[in-house]
Every structure is written in C-alpha cells, then in structure tokens.
C-alpha cells in the first residue's frame, strides 16, 4: 500500500494537515482503502472530497509504531463551501453579522482574494470534522473486510468506525506558530490586561473563549466585594449591622452580575457569529445502541431506543443510585463531625501547639475525602447515564449534569449546612468554609494542571529522545509533533472548569454574611486558575475541537439557581445570629416573620430585576432585527423575482 | 364620481365584500379617488391590487347617511398569493403544518380545483387587512386634498389617514349564513359538549378561539375543585387538617394546570398553524409620533422618539399616577371597613332582619365602586399609556396590561388581604370573598353583554325601520347589513376578558383553604360567561379582524404569578389558623419555622415541575422538528441545484 508519505517528505506535504486521524493498527488493509477512498471521493459520490495522506513513521528500535495514522487537510474552496454548510456566520461589508455563502464570499469583510486567512484555523478543523462527521455510509452493508460492523444508507462511518473501536481518534494539530504567539499574550506574562479572548476563541474556538470570558468576568465581579471583604477583616467589624448589609450587598450583587453576563455573553457571542447561528440538525451520538428502526423526523433508517426502557433505567437505577450516594455522603460528613470532635477533645485535654495543629486535620482529610468522592462520583455518573443510552449528546449532557451537580452541591455543602442551621455554630462555619475552600483549590489547580502537566513532560521527552535516536538530525518537525500530539491527554470539554466555578460560586455566596473573606480567596484562586487553565490548553491536552456556543448554557441556570438558594441561607443565617435575636427579646415568632417577609421581598425583587434587565442590549437587539429584516426583504424581493420570472 | 354602485345593483356586487372602509363624510373627492386608485393599482406599481366598491346609501328622510363607505374584496388568486406574504400555515399532504406558497398550492391538504373555500373568510380578511395596512406610499408627499396630512415614502397610507381621522374605521362583514350555524352550534343549545373551537377559529381567528379555548380548559379544571368544595359545604368538614389538604390540592392543581395549558394551547396553536409561523416585521402604531428619522433596522424613514423622554414619561408621571391610584384604592378600602364597622354596630343594638340585610350592604358597595374604580383607572391608563408614544402595538400593550393589572389586583384584593392578615377574621374574611365574587361577576356580566346588546337593539329597530321606510319592500340585504354593523360597538380585544379570569383565578386560589366554595362559584359564573361572550362576540360587536396567536401570552405569565403568590397566602392562612396554633402550644417560632419550610418546598416543587413538564407534547415536538428537518434539507438541495446550474 502506497498512499502515504515517505518519510523524507512528509514535511513537505502538498497541503497543511489541520486534522490527525488514528486508525487500531490492526486494521484490515481493505477498510483502509474504502475509508480513504470515501474521505477523497467527490461529494456529488456522496464522499467527504477531503484531502489526506498517511504519516509513515520509522520504526522505532523494538517499539513499533502505529503505522495507521493519517492527516487531513482541504483545499481552500472545499472549506469555503464547507463553512456554509455548517452556517458559519461571518462580518458582513455592512458590519452586520450574517450567515456565510460561498456565492456572495467577496462581500464578506476580511475577503481578500482567493480567501487565505479568511476562516481561523479552529473553524477549518470544525469545518473538517463536520464533514468527516455527516460522511454517511452508501449502499455498503458493512466496512469491507468487517463483514460484522454493519452499515446502513445514511449512517455516519465514522461514528460506526469509532463506536467499534476500528477508529481509534480523531483531533486537530496545534499550530505551533499561532499557539506561541497566544501563550505568550495570555499566560506567559504576568500582566493586568484582560486576556486575550478573540484569539482564544480563534484559536480554541467559542465553546473555550465564552469559558475564559466567564472566568474573567466572573472574577472582576468578585473584586469588590472582596475589597468589602478585606475591609471586614482589617478592621474587625464584627458587626452585625454590617454582616447584615454585606449579605444584602452580596445577593443583590449576585443577582446583577448574573443578569449583566448575559448581555456580556450574547455581545461576545454576537461578535463571534454564534448568536443568531442555527443549530445543526443533531446525529445520534456515537453510543447510541437500539434495534433498526425509522426515524419519525428524518424518516432516515437509525437505530432506536424505547423512551420507556430509558425512563425506567433512570427511575429505577440511576436516581436510586444517586440517592445511595447522597446518603453515603452524609455518612462521611457525620464521621467527620465524630472525628472533629475528637480532636477538639484531644486538644481540650492537652491544648498544646501539635494538638492545635490536630484542630485543623479533620477539616482538611475531609476536603481531600469530598474531592475524591466528587472524582469516583464523576465516572459513576458518566458510567450511569452512558448505560441510560442517550440517542442525543445534548439530552446525555444535561442528564450527566445534573447528577454530577446535585451530589456535588450536597457533598461540598452537606457539612456547612448542618453546622449553620443544626450545630448553629458560626465561628466552626468561619473555620470549615476556609479549609474547605482553600484545601478543595489547592487540589484542584495540582490535580487538573500540574500533575498532568509532569506526566506530560516525562513522555514527551521519551518520545522526543526516541525520535532523536531513529533520525539522527534529520528535522522531522511534523512527525514527531503528531507523535507527541497523539499521546498527549484528550481534553473532555468545559464541564468540570465550570462546575468549579460553580462550587466557588457557592462559597461565596452560600455563606457570604459569617465570612465575607471567601470572596478574596476566590479572586486570588481564580487569577492563578486563568493561567493554569490557560496553560493545560496550551501544553497538557490535545487540542480540542472548537465548539460553537451562544451561551453558557446550562450553567447560567444552574447560577441563577444558586443565587436563589443564597438569598434563602443568607436570610437564615441573619435570622440565627444572636444580635438580631437580641433586638427581639420578647417575640421570637415577630423576628422570624419579618426575616421572612425580608427574604420573600428580596426573592420578588430579583425575579424582577431578572425581568427588567434585557438580556441582549439594545444595539445587539437593532442588528439582529435588522437581519430579520433584511432576510424577509430578501425573501420577498426572490419571490417577485420568480413571479416575473414565470 | 361614478365609483361605486347604484341602489338597485348594489347586491349584485361583482365580488364578495369582506371589509368595510368608511371614510370620513366629509373626505375631499382628491383623496378618495386618489385611495382607491392605491387600492385598485397593481402590485408591481406598489398598490394593494385589491377590488373595492363604493356603497351609495338612499337618502334617508333628514337624516343624510355618509356617502364613503366601500366595500373591499379580491380575486381569489391575489387571496392566495396574499395568504404567502401573511405566511400561513396550512396543512400538507403529508399531515403536516407547512409554510403556504402560492407555487405548491397543490400540494397542500385542503386545496381543491382552483382554490375556492381554501382560505377561511376569517383569514381572507386578515389577508386583506394585512395588504391595506402595508399599502405604502410612494412619492407622494401629502394626501391629495389635503396638505397638511404628510406622506413620506414608505409610511402606512391606512395608518396616516386613520391617525389623521380621514379614515372613520375599517371592519370586517359578518358572514350571516356562516354565523346562523356557528351561533346555534356554540350557544343556541344547551348542551354538554365542548365548544366549537375549530369552528370559531374558523370565524374569528385564533386570538379569540384561544381565548374560549382557554375559558373552556379553566372551567373543565375547576370542576374537581367545586366537587370537593360543595362536599365540604355538605358535610360541614370544618375541620383544620381538611383545609389544609385542600389548599395543598389547590396548589398543586394550579401548577398542574397552567403546565398542562401550555401543551394544550401550543397542540391547538399547531393544528392553527400558528406555533411556528413568524411574526411579521411590526409597523409603528397609528398613534405614534416624533420627528421624522431613520429606523435603524429597516433603513426607512419614520417618525422616531427618543427613548429618554419615553422613560422620563413613565417614571415621572406614570409611576406616581400608579401609586396615587393605589392609595386611592386604600383610602377607598378604610372606609368601606368603617361603613363596614358602623353597620355592625346597628345591627348589634337592634338585630333585626332589615339591619341583618344591611350587614352585607357596605361589602356590596364596596364590590360595585372597585368595579367602577377598575373602569374609570382603565380608561386612565389607556391614555397615560397612549400618551407615553410607545413605537410598537406589543410594547404599548405590555405597558398597558402591567399597569391595569397592577391596579386591579391591589383594588380587588386588598380588602381580602387586610382580612385576612392584619384582622385575621376568618369568618369576615368568608364573606367577604364570596360577596365581592357574586357581585363583581353580575356586574360584569350585565356590564359586558347584556347592556350593550339592550342598547344595541334599539338602534337596529330604529335602522331596520328607517330602511324599511325609505326602500319599501326592496330587498337590500348588504345595505342594511352594512349600515346595521357600521354603527356597532367595536370588540376592544380579548384584554378584559382574560383580566376577568385572572381575577376569578385569583379569588380561587388566594383564599382557597378559608373558602373552598369559591370554586363552585367560579364554574357556575364560567358556565355563563361562556354564553354571554359567546353570545357578545355573535351579536353585540363588529366583528373584529382575526389575530394570529400561538398562546396566550403575557396571560400565562400574569397566572403563573398568581399562583405563586397563592402559595405564600396560602401557607401565611394554614400559619394562622388556630387549629394548627393548637397543635404548638408551646413554641409559635417552630410552627412559623415548619410553615415557612413547607412553603419554600412547595415553591421548589413548582418550579422543578414547571421545568420537568414539557410544554410541547412529544408528537407536536416531532413534527416541529421534521418540518425544520425538511427546510434544512431543502436550502441543501437548492444549493446543489443552483451549484450545478452554474
């Protein structure tokens, strides 16, 4: 078989390889063949009309190398075309956001010429994956030389390819240059600018960009109240007067900052052409199993699942499991209160300094114990809603969060709750919310960073001493770039950046009238978290595939959601605290009636401001209708045109 | 001017009229001649393309009849390609709701021969009022006759004679044959089964067949509430826990319910063809104003009025107006409670009959002036808001309704509210929640059926008798039909009647656990209520022009609202009850504390439900997706067309 490159000049491929295919090196010679074919065939044949070439790597001294990895490219018009296929929304001469196409190309802004530079690189690769992903099986009834991994008309093969195992992945190259350039800008300098989120979102695609800008935003929000904060604990206002205002500070604070990221997120998303973007039609996701049936939308051949057989395994296996772990979650936050206890009795005994040290030992096994818990959670639930058998990657996701975000909330906040309202001790709240905050950080930064980072390292300088040893000084910058690309960690997207987010966020505000300081602890993990997340995109995973995205999505709502619960604790905690109590010596009942007339105006008032406040400003709001216009005047000038025609 | 038809042809008319258009009697011959060539001019030259015919009424002894009423009608085929700029839906061959497009009229379920009995009269007319209100002018710089009435390219010439007074009003005719069978069908008959909704789609459009739709639902819903409630009637369960069960019920069917229409109104709105059709680009209203500008969006020049003054409008005059209103309705409601005091006093120093009567007096007058309260604050409110020059009919309507709504709930229910929490009268509380129901319902029915139609009837005596006189036995059906609905009332729009059932809703569900009853009353009152609007749309008003609506809109909100706030009012009554203080003898601040636990429970459970129940059912949700399927589908295979034309 002579398709690929020889070594020699792999380095001068006829195209730029934007897209790294790696097939099982067992794969049958035939099926390579079809597949390739497939890939190159014209798509008038229902091919993929791509450009690819086989990497050839030398043999390597005993370790054999995958032989079956290839790379793919396209020709500049193929990508153009492509780019209206999957409806990429582009700068218009008007400055007017609007859908791409291929016959109106030049009156598009940044056209020039044939269109080089025209598309980032993130957009080509999601172009590319588009089209290997819609490449859809013939007439063939299974992959030649596997008569048992079956095809029917309209199936992705290369869903089928992977779901059998046969592909083995999929993922773009780094640009060596660009991503230079970007490090540099973004997390190389330590610097008060803002990051650099055009070129990540050129680079990384919107999915990433919207996640940093969330990040930052987030962060600059949090700046003032962790001025407040500092002021708190500079000056000791022990206060209860000014607790009482930090909360109220705090929720309205929260309520806002929610409300004005979305304007924020949809002007970002405006910018970047994913706000007015039309999903694409969804494919089943590539685990998706069921008996051949017809689709009632497409009416196309796909397998399908009962709704019922899924209700049922939700009903009947995964809450109950999660119910089970919840519970198992409390157990461990009642031996933990067992075990702080101890160690306050130790220390009573014998209050040296090593025993005082011991007061602080329960808390910090217990935030290494919930992280761990979160961790062996996360694959249970992966594991659980997978054997759910999703037939969309979007339904599979949102069951996936919410199982991973309700027994996190329980397992992160379980024992700060019951040592607010059960144990009503705030100064052990102060205490547990600080070791819990800061020990849960410091592991996250080591465990998603640095760690795989190290790991990284070792294997790229193995592979890097091998490739040396074969070549001698022969540059062979593309091979060995694919080579360390290849075994690098795949990146599994922004679910547990946000979750992250998510959790800080309830520290901050859960709680935010007993510890004011959570916010300052906050800021300063998050401007270290934006450039260690900066620097596992850049250097410890695979580059991801760019993901279109208009907004946070889910995450906003889980916020919101969190926001509410804040002005329900927060109202609690005011409620419990003795100096409130004391300006009510007499009726306790009048006290509680007014906290919670406090609590249901501030509730009605953030429905309202949510209400008032539009989620997308006003010259956003004029340019998309200003689309609409257009394209109904479009639409009926067409029309005319048609009947003048006939 | 010879335009329109002598007496003796006029019902020969050589097309079927549909909408009336009266001109103002004393309109200049320019601007006539003028309008109605822009009516009768072809498309292509920028006119409406429209058949219209002037009606010359027999002078009438003295009384001298106006002159320029027309009759308006089309060709079938400019109806038809009408029904593709308006963008109905009808339904396919295959069963599906699709986009009507005059080249595929074949294709389409319904469509017969050359199209004859297609479009229902209710959407020709609608076609009709969609053509004249987009009848532009072109170079015109004023209306012929008339220098003072500007023009610029582009305005609404129906919008600038309306809003100028030039143009009287513009109606659609009753279809008599078509309205003797609907009638009978819908409330001739005294019948159980459901009302003919289809049918008054059919006639009136989808905005008022939601709307019976919607009162038919409420009224269904309600009648598993009345049967418990006439049980607790029967069988005297004064007992406490009894009212608790029934206000949980009561809370719980709320959110069920208004879940539920949601899925019911989008099945109706599909099989309408109105869940997925587009909103049409929406023209200023007739009334707005302002210096003449450039709209942003449409690049057209219009009227345009600076946001800031608008919002400076509100805030300093609306607002206050608001609030001085409600302090009004406060100060109303004290003395109502002193009137309320002093007859209690009478009666105790002489219990008699008479004085026992006079007992429920002052809550009767209190009923009738919130009534009137409520009508004159509307009309106020109508010009406040009218006077705020709002661009937009929508955005006028939403400021109208908050306003309106606002002000009633506070009028009609304050004096319930202070019962019940400041007085804490349970029995009072009783009685005056089912004295101000019964009252404000007969007051309303007579107010909005029956006194209209008492007035109504008189005037077409004298009419039908001065046409008599005049004609002798001639029989001129379409002139006396024309002249009899000219000087009928004008339907305003569904606003008062979905206002009546949000109060009803209110009284139902506030209150629910001190007055189960209320239920019974509601239903009976709905029972009616069908009949008499029924009855009021049939023969009382003109017939308005259909509206397509797809739910029933801020109405879903506003009831949703008040379901939550039943909840806090419901939980705050069981708090209060002394049965449930019986049970903690000891501790009130643990009784506040479980109530307050129960309701954010309730709270929460609403909200999740809400976010669990679909609102589309699964079958509608399919075809949706189909038809967005197939569009995607179509682009595609257009583009494959046009790429290999080229």
Redesign the interface.
């Known amino acids: 078989m002579q398709l690929g490159l020889s070594v020699s000049d792999s380095d001068v491929s006829s195209f730029t390889p934007l897209v790294v295919l790696e097939l099982a090196d067992d794969t049958k010679a035939e099926a390579i063949t079809w597949f390739l074919s497939r890939i190159r065939d014209k798509q008038?044949n229902g091919g993929a009309e791509l450009l690819v070439d086989q990497l050839l790597f030398p043999a390597q001294d005993g370790q054999k190398s995958n032989p079956n990895v290839f790379v793919v490219g396209s020709t500049l018009q193929r990508l153009l075309k492509g780019a209206?296929?999957v409806g990429l929304f582009k700068e218009f001469q008007d400055g007017i956001m609007r859908g791409f196409t291929y016959?109106n190309r030049e009156s598009f802004k940044d056209f020039y010429g044939d269109g080089e530079g025209f598309l980032s690189d993130a957009e080509c690769q999601y172009i590319i994956k588009h089209e290997l992903d819609t490449l859809r099986a013939k007439n063939e009834e299974h992959v030649p030389g596997y008569p048992k991994v079956k095809l029917y008309p309209g199936k992705s093969v290369v869903r089928r390819l992977q779901s059998k195992g046969i592909l083995v992945q999929y993922f773009p190259l780094h640009n060596k240059e660009y991503l230079k350039r970007l490090s540099f800008s973004w997390y190389k300098k330590i610097k008060l600018s803002f990051q650099p989120l055009d070129d990540i979102r050129h680079y990384f695609g919107e999915g990433l960009a919207l996640y940093f800008g969330f990040l930052e935003y987030f962060t600059f929000a949090l700046v003032p109240m962790a001025l407040i904060g500092i002021s708190y604990y500079l000056f000791d206002w022990e206060d209860y007067d000014k607790y009482v205002l930090f909360a109220v500070l705090n929720l309205v604070w929260s309520t806002v900052f929610l409300e004005l990221w979305k304007r924020c997120s949809s002007t970002l998303a405006y910018e970047w052409g994913t706000l007015s973007r039309k999903k694409a039609?969804e494919e089943p996701r590539a685990g998706f199993h069921g008996v051949l049936g017809f689709n009632?939308?497409?009416g196309r051949e796909e397998p399908v699942y009962p709704s019922l057989k899924r209700q049922l395994r939700i009903y009947l296996v995964s809450v109950p499991f999660v119910l089970l772990c919840l519970y198992l979650s409390f157990y461990v936050m009642m031996v933990y209160f067992d075990m702080e206890n101890w160690a306050i009795s130790i220390y009573n005994e014998n209050p040296n300094f090593a025993n005082g040290i011991l007061l602080f030992v329960p808390s910090i096994i217990y935030a290494v114990v919930i992280e761990i818990m979160n961790l062996l959670y996360r694959y249970a639930a992966e594991f659980l809603t997978n054997w759910e058998n999703h037939r969309l990657e979007s339904s599979f996701q949102n069951h996936l969060v919410l199982k991973v975000l309700v027994f996190n909330f329980v397992n992160c906040f379980a024992s700060l709750f019951y040592i607010a309202f059960v144990m009503q001790d705030m100064v052990l709240l102060r205490q547990s919310l600080a070791t819990l905050l800061i020990t849960s950080q410091i592991l996250n930064q080591v465990m998603e960073a640095f760690l795989p980072y190290w790991l990284q390292r070792r294997r790229n300088k193995k592979v890097h001493k091998r490739m040396r040893r074969v070549m001698g000084d022969k540059e062979l910058p593309l091979l060995e770039q694919v080579q360390l690309e290849t075994e690098m960690n795949t990146y599994l997207g922004t679910f547990d950046d946000y979750l992250e987010q998510f959790l800080l966020f309830g520290y901050v505000s859960l709680f935010s009238c007993v510890y004011p300081l959570a916010a300052v602890l906050v800021v300063l993990n998050n401007i270290t978290e934006v450039y260690s997340d900066a620097f596992k995109m850049c250097r410890v995973f695979k580059r991801p595939f760019s993901e279109p995205a208009a907004n946070i999505g889910v995450w906003q709502l889980a916020f919101e959601t969190m926001s509410i619960i804040a002005v329900?604790t927060n109202c609690a905690l005011i409620g419990l605290s003795s100096q409130v109590k004391a300006h009510f010596p007499e009726s306790?009942?009048q006290?509680?009636?007014i906290v919670?007339a406090i609590e249901?105006v501030i509730l009605a008032f953030k429905f309202i401001l949510a209400f008032v406040i539009p989620d997308v400003p006003k010259d956003i709001e004029?340019k998309l209708?200003?689309l609409?216009?257009d394209s109904?005047g479009a639409l009926?000038k067409k029309?005319?045109l048609?009947a003048v025609e006939t």
Do not use: N, Q, R, Y
Request: no cysteine.
């Open positions: 008038h209206e296929d016959a039609f009632p939308v497409t329900v306790e009942s006290m509680i009636l919670v249901h004029v209708a200003k609409e216009f109904l009926k029309k005319i048609e």
